[in-house]
């Protein structure tokens, strides 16, 4: 027996099948074995790195100003004028925003925007230079020869 024993080794050096380890330190983890300490450890990690990427960026941009003080304003005094020049060419043409896109906050806002469509709709329909084709019904009975 002793000798069998000595193959296969003892209980001890064979360990735990790998179902029954303990993930260890720097083991990656699926999404559904993520405990929600892990999942908070991670988003503290990320809010950390996105602080100290936001603090180098302030100090690139400070320490730019320091070496040339009126590069901003430079820049964009010569960002506008070729936005204009480009615009004249007719390369570029400037979006105008109408705050479409925001969202309302509250009801009334809603409701009287709405109201405003419908009114833009109503006077679009009674212009006589847009009226609009009612399409004919064509019957079976009005095709057959």
Same mark, same amino acid.
């Given at each position: 027996?002793?000798?069998?024993?000595?193959?296969?080794?003892?209980?001890?050096?064979?360990?735990?099948?790998?179902?029954?380890?303990?993930?260890?330190?720097? *083991?990656?983890?699926?999404?559904?074995?993520?405990?929600?300490?892990?999942?908070?450890?991670?988003?503290?990690?990320?809010?950390?790195?996105?602080?100290?990427?936001?603090?180098?960026?302030?100090?690139?941009?400070?320490?730019?100003?320091?070496?040339?003080? *009126?590069?901003?304003?430079?820049?964009?005094?010569?960002?506008?004028?070729?936005?204009?020049?480009?615009?004249?060419?007719?390369?570029?043409?400037?979006?105008?925003?109408?705050?479409?896109?925001?969202?309302?906050?509250?009801?009334?806002?809603?409701?009287?925007?709405?109201? *405003?469509?419908?009114?833009?709709?109503?006077?679009?329909?009674?212009?006589?230079?847009?009226?609009?084709?009612?399409?004919? *019904?064509?019957?079976?009975?009005?095709?057959?020869?």
């Amino acid at each position: 027996m002793t000798g069998v024993e000595g193959e296969l080794g003892s209980d001890e050096e064979e360990g735990l099948p790998e179902e029954a380890e303990k993930n260890k330190a720097g *083991d990656l983890k699926t999404a559904a074995e993520k405990t929600a300490t892990d999942k908070k450890r991670e988003r503290r990690k990320k809010k950390y790195q996105k602080r100290l990427k936001i603090k180098e960026k302030e100090k690139r941009r400070k320490l730019l100003e320091k070496s040339n003080p *009126d590069h901003s304003k430079s820049s964009r005094a010569a960002a506008s004028e070729k936005l204009k020049q480009l615009t004249k060419t007719g390369k570029v043409s400037l979006l105008k925003d109408e705050r479409k896109d925001k969202p309302l906050k509250s009801s009334q806002a809603f409701f009287s925007k709405l109201q *405003d469509q419908v009114k833009m709709q109503i006077n679009d329909a009674k212009q006589p230079g847009k009226i609009k084709k009612k399409k004919q *019904d064509i019957s079976v009975h009005k095709l057959k020869l």
